[in-house]
Structure formats: structure tokens, C-alpha cells
């Protein structure tokens, strides 16, 4: 299904929204509900995301497919591993069978997981026997993706001896396994992290019985993250309101306040919310971004400054490579059709470059790639001209509303 989206008139200049529940906080509950049953979750998020690992969590099926969603792949993975009544097939779409899983695995089977490969070595489908696993000393390498790490961290607290887990290579995405540690910490997991040669080390103690009966989850800072790119190409004096966030929240996504600044939205905390303000500023000319803790938002923050003409050096970026696409490559190919440009790329990097004010095309054709973020992140550039989204209601991985609330702020969006 494709869209065309264009603007039909002034946006409101006050709007609100409610964003759903975190989809990387609630993946992370959905695991902590299924190892301690008296848990109860509110404000689930609502992605496809999290239906599919609340699906696998409770089937009795012995195939399980998980479609796109990787971490429902990796969560699964460490979660079956430990149940030792079970014996699944955990497999997923074509994409996810390209999408390496070997570092999760290698270090499930230390602990005495048994966990092998159906296909391709290093790839799903995996074929999982649940295993008892004490737990004790593991090493596993950091640099690739921080879910592996999360993966073991959720289900550590139900070793018998708990976990020492050694992090080797750079850490990335930091901030999404400090989220996985707090919310740890909030079930009344014993948690404490220290630095030896040189590797981040944590500890897991075990855990027989959930401190807690009731988890809220915070509303998803990576969401909010349109909203931010969609106010800041608005005039003076726009404002949004989003609901449900926290200032001192567990997620890495929300640097957006500090980001979007110098882009000229201003937040703003309330009681349980968020107010973004369209402030006067002149933009800067280059907006240079390590987004190594924060890679979610590169394809959000390069289409903003896509929009408003303004050079972008985002660095960091080494795990986009692996997701739903190669996300630099197609932020480099969908952007070169906005408007005159130069855009080049490295595997950790793309730049955005402008020699001079350039209009727009119009139509301009988005594909997604099977990707949630390529369909969310460019269309706010529906301000700026008319644009065709590719196979757009993928957006439901993780925002199932969002076509909705762009029409709340007069977006035209027809099925074409």
C-alpha cells in the first residue's frame, strides 16, 4: 500500500498527541512479565514490534515466526533458551534471515544454552532446546549490537548463580543497555557495573520473585522524535504537546531536547508530558551528531536538515548497517531525490551537503525497504512538498497511529 502525502493547509499552531508506550521499554517488560508472572504492564506499547514477542512469549506453537522484529528475535532467543520445556524453531522474514545473530548465540551456548542454526551458520532460523543454565563468568563483544547484551542481561536474573558479564570492544548504543539495567533494577534485581582491563563488567545477582506487580511504561522518546523534526520545520510560535514522558526517563532517545535546539524547537516538561515550541533561531550550518548512543534518530535528524538546508555530519552510525535495511545507504538514496544535494557515506557515517539553496521536487518517490524509519523520518518533509511513500503502513512495526496523527495536523495522506 502506497501513499502520497502533501500539505493542505497551515498546521495548527497548537496540536497534542498521545504517543504509545516505549516499544524498547516494553519489549524488555514483556520478557521480565514471562519469567515473573505476577507482573502486570501498563501502557504497552501498541507496535508490531511488541504483539509479536507477546505472541511468541506465550504460544504453545513449536514454530515460531517473528516477521521483522529483531528483537523479538534476540529477546526470544535468550528468553527459549532457558525454558527447558520448550523446543521451538524461532525463525523470521527474509530480511531477518541476513541479519547476524551468531555473537547471541556463541555466548547463549557457553552458559550450556543449546542453541543451533537451521539454515546458515551465524543467521536465524535457530532451532532451540530450553537448557537449565547456571550462569557464572561470560565474555561477549559489545561493538555490534547492544541487544545481544540486553538479550542475556533480562534473562540473567534466573541463573542460578546469576551473571558476570565481561562487555569486550566498544560498548554501542550505551544508553538502550542502561535502560535494560534500570528496569532491572526497578523488579528488584541486585545490579552493580565496574570497569576491569579495560571491559565494562556487570553483575547480575539472581532473583527468584518480581519486587514489583505493576510496571508503567514511559510513552517512546524514539516516536517523539518525528515531532520534533515536524515542529522544528514549522514557523515561529508552533507548538506540540505529547503525552506520556518523563524528564528523567530510562531512554537514550531523549538527547532529542538537546539535538533539536539548535534546529529551534525548545522543550518543555509538564505534568506527564512535553510541550515543543517552534522557537526563533538562526540555523546553524553544519549540525555535526555522534550518534553512536542514539543511532534510532540519524534517519529523523538528516531528513530534518534535509528540510531546512542545512549541512549534517552524522557519525556513529556502524549498526544501521544491520537493521530492517542498510540505513545509510538509503537515507543517501531516498534524500538525493529531495532536492540538488550531496550526500556521501561511509559505513559509519553519511554527509549532507548543500553549495547553495535548492528547491524541491515534487512526488518525490520514498521507498521504505521494509523499514518503519525510512516512512516516518521523511514524511515531515510533506511541509516542504509533495511526496510517495512506498509500502507505508510498514510504520506499524513500532508507531501504529502515526498516519493518524499526521492528519491531525492537516497532512493530506491518499492511498494511490
Known amino acids: 500500500m502506497d501513499f502520497k502525502l502533501h500539505k493542505v493547509e497551515a498546521p495548527h499552531d497548537k496540536s497534542s498527541l498521545q504517543i504509545s508506550g516505549s516499544k524498547s521499554e516494553s519489549n524488555r517488560w514483556l ?7 505476577n507482573l502486570i504492564i501498563q501502557n ?3 507496535s508490531d514490534d511488541s504483539k509479536h514477542l507477546n505472541e511468541v512469549l506465550q504460544s504453545d506453537e513449536s514454530v515460531l515466526d517473528i516477521g521483522h522484529a529483531g528483537t523479538a528475535m534476540r529477546f526470544g532467543t535468550a528468553f527459549f533458551a532457558t525454558q527447558e520445556n520448550k523446543d521451538i524453531t524461532l525463525t523470521g522474514s527474509a530480511r531477518m534471515k541476513q541479519r547476524p545473530i551468531g555473537i547471541l548465540v556463541d555466548a547463549l551456548n ?10 546458515k551458520e551465524g543467521y536465524p532460523p535457530l532451532r532451540i532446546k530450553g537448557s537449565k ?3 557464572g563468568k561470560l565474555s561477549i563483544d559489545g561493538s555490534v549490537s547492544s541487544q545481544f547484551l540486553s538479550a542475556i542481561l533480562l534473562v540473567a536474573p534466573r541463573f542460578e548463580k546469576g551473571l558476570e558479564l565481561h562487555v569486550t570492544g566498544e560498548l554501542t548504543s550505551k544508553p538502550y543497555l542502561e535502560m535494560t539495567l534500570g528496569i532491572l533494577k526497578q523488579v528488584g534485581v541486585k545490579v552493580s557495573t565496574s570497569n576491569k582491563d579495560g571491559n565494562y563488567v556487570v553483575h547480575i545477582s539472581p532473583l527468584n520473585k518480581s519486587a514489583i506487580h505493576t510496571a508503567v511504561v514511559e510513552s517512546d522518546w524514539s516516536s517523539a522524535g518525528y515531532w520534533y523534526s515536524w515542529v522544528a520545520l514549522q514557523e515561529e510560535g508552533n507548538e506540540m504537546q505529547l503525552s ?7 531512554q537514550g532517545d531523549s538527547e532529542l531536547v538537546h539535538m533539536y535546539l539548535p534546529l529551534g524547537v525548545k522543550t518543555t516538561y509538564g505534568r506527564n508530558s512535553i510541550k515543543l ?5 538562526s540555523l546553524p550550518r553544519l549540525v555535526e551528531l555522534d550518534l553512536t548512543k542514539e543511532p534510532d534518530q540519524a534517519q529523523t535528524i538528516f531528513a530534518t536538515c534535509l528540510a531546512l538546508g542545512v549541512d ?4 556513529g552510525l556502524h549498526t544501521l548497517k544491520i537493521k530492517e535495511t542498510d540505513r545509510i545507504e538509503a537515507m543517501k538514496v531516498v534524500g538525493s531525490r529531495f532536492r540538488e ?12 551537503h548543500f553549495e547553495k539553496n535548492t528547491v524541491f521536487n515534487k512526488d518525490v518517490l520514498v521507498d521504505t525497504f521494509q523499514d518503519h524509519r525510512m516512512a516516518m523520518a521523511f514524511a515531515p518533509l510533506a511541509m516542504k512538498t509533495s511526496l510517495i511513500i512506498k509500502d507505508a503502513m510498514v510504520v506499524t512495526k513500532s508507531y501504529k497511529n502515526y498516519y493518524k496523527d499526521l492528519k491531525t495536523v492537516n497532512v493530506s495522506i491518499t492511498e494511490i
Open 110 to 119: 557457553k552458559l550450556g544454552a543449546q542453541v543451533s542454526y537451521l539454515e
Open 341 to 352: 544535494s550531496e550526500i556521501t557515506t561511509t559505513n559509519n557515517s553519511i554527509h549532507l
Open 44 to 46: 504497552i506499547s501498541d
Open 31 to 37: 520478557i521480565l512479565q514471562a519469567l515473573y508472572e
Open 312 to 315: 549534517a555530519r552524522l557519525t
Open 277 to 281: 515550541a517552534k522557537i526563533k533561531s
Open 133 to 135: 543454565i547456571c550462569g
Open 244 to 250: 506520556s514522558f518523563n524528564e528523567n526517563s530510562l
